[in-house]
């Protein structure tokens, strides 16, 4: 691959320190890339904007405790990463340090430069891929094209397999009900284990996810019989869904077939319902599990309004390889996942590295109340809808804090799981008690801030 030589275009307008410190999947990686941010450690590093290609690459050389210097690139039209450090955080501390180095501006240590022949490689390997991923994309499903009639029959199977499992848990649950709920918390619950493995079996893993909660809910504390009688509510209502699809308008069929944990095809979805748009980053959320760490990235498009959920997965103890800086607007084909209330999205092609985008537009807490009541109404087993909350002030009180109206108007408090986050000390120091733009989830425990806005600046919760 041949890499044009450097070239100030394109890189004059670097990111900030938040927006780099934005991709780091932890506090711990965020602390140690800071302490790389410093030119001793590093050497033959430079930056271009190869001709023909949108975003900016920036290299370098970083001294560690072995006698070879680890070599560290970023793509930032990705962005992607490539370090030979043995770390299996993405990005390591390292390319965070790197472009902490070079965000400081074109007269600090991270300039203009040809790229040496080791990142001209990963380039043109990049490039490879990336050609390779459209040509699969162009031939669609070859399993489904070459056979529609063995794709019919299997998808006829599961349904059957799936509408016999909603059948058995309403059965289950109406025991449940008979033999009353009081006594709940001495049952054994590895029976609800043993219904969500036959969920499984029937091809829905919602189902199964969902009848494997309700085992906790009797040891969640005061009021659990009351909450354990709403998931009950909640997850009849889901199987009855799922055996009674075929009557059900589209909207709602999607949504039941989604919550019932039924997959969707991202490359068909977006060769034929993709929307191109500026979508600005308004805020990411990691979240890990024995199996899985689980990337939730929210966006909202400039010229449609639309708001957006994309989830990136990764192997435990590995972040997921998405990564798109808060604050900044990308240049993307997005499609919704079918629903009646569509918010899960799959991120096709972007079309331009990630500049960075303008604070968003937000209502008062009442219109974000209004709003996840209407999705809500859409979606009964939703437990948040994204909200943008303009001018609120955070306020701590005995039991915790809320978001108030600035004008003296309503007030919302903010869910006891996001209480015990730093995030909301950072929140009250960005704030000082003068009015702030906040993204975040709003829903029936309260409001969980994501996103905060100094100024013009992004800074994640």
Request: aromatic share 4%; charged share 20%.
């Amino acid at each position: 691959m041949s890499v044009a030589g450097p070239s100030v275009t394109g890189m004059e307008e670097r990111w900030t320190s938040e927006q780099v410190l934005g991709l780091a999947p932890d506090a711990a990686s965020r602390k140690a890339g800071t302490r790389l941010s410093a030119p001793g450690p590093w050497s033959d590093t430079g930056c271009t904007a190869p001709a023909g290609r949108e975003g900016t690459v920036v290299w370098g050389l970083c001294r560690g405790s072995g006698s070879t210097p680890y070599r560290t690139v970023a793509d930032l039209g990705g962005p992607a990463y490539k370090c030979s450090c043995p770390s299996r955080k993405f990005p390591c501390k390292h390319v965070l340090g790197l472009l902490l180095l070079w965000s400081a501006g074109p007269g600090g240590a991270v300039g203009p430069a040809e790229p040496p022949e080791w990142v001209a490689q990963w380039l043109s390997a990049r490039a490879g891929a990336a050609t390779r991923k459209a040509q699969r994309a162009a031939g669609g499903d070859g399993d489904g094209l070459a056979d529609p009639e063995a794709a019919r029959r299997r998808a006829e199977l599961r349904d059957a397999r799936t509408a016999d499992g909603a059948a058995e848990l309403e059965q289950r649950l109406a025991d449940g009900v008979r033999a009353g709920l009081a006594g709940a918390d001495r049952s054994d619950s590895r029976a609800w284990e043993e219904v969500a493995a036959r969920m499984v079996d029937a091809q829905a893993p919602g189902l199964a996810a969902r009848a494997g909660e309700l085992a906790v809910v009797p040891s969640s504390g005061p009021g659990w019989p009351g909450r354990l009688l709403e998931e009950y509510a909640l997850l009849h209502l889901l199987a009855r869904g799922v055996r009674a699809l075929d009557g059900l308008p589209e909207g709602p069929a999607a949504t039941v077939r989604s919550r019932a944990g039924r997959s969707v095809d991202s490359a068909a979805l977006l060769s034929t319902r993709a929307v191109r748009d500026d979508w600005l980053v308004l805020g990411s959320r990691d979240s890990a599990s024995e199996r899985l760490t689980t990337r939730r990235i929210w966006l909202r498009g400039a010229r449609t309004g639309a708001a957006a959920l994309v989830l990136s997965f990764g192997a435990a103890g590995r972040a997921p390889d998405l990564v798109l800086p808060v604050g900044m607007s990308v240049d993307a084909d997005l499609a919704h996942h079918p629903a009646a209330r569509p918010l899960r999205a799959s991120l096709g092609e972007r079309h331009a590295a990630p500049a960075p985008g303008p604070v968003p537009p937000g209502t008062a807490v009442a219109d974000a109340l209004s709003a996840y009541g209407d999705a809500l109404r859409d979606d009964p087993w939703l437990d948040s809808w994204p909200a943008v909350l303009a001018s609120v002030v955070p306020v701590p009180l005995d039991d915790g804090w809320q978001l108030a109206d600035a004008d003296g108007g309503d007030a919302l408090p903010v869910d006891p799981g996001a209480r015990g986050r730093a995030g909301l000390w950072r929140l009250a120091a960005v704030s000082g008690g003068r009015p702030v733009t906040v993204f975040g989830e709003c829903g029936h425990r309260g409001f969980s801030p994501v996103t905060v806005w100094s100024g013009t600046e992004a800074v994640p919760l």
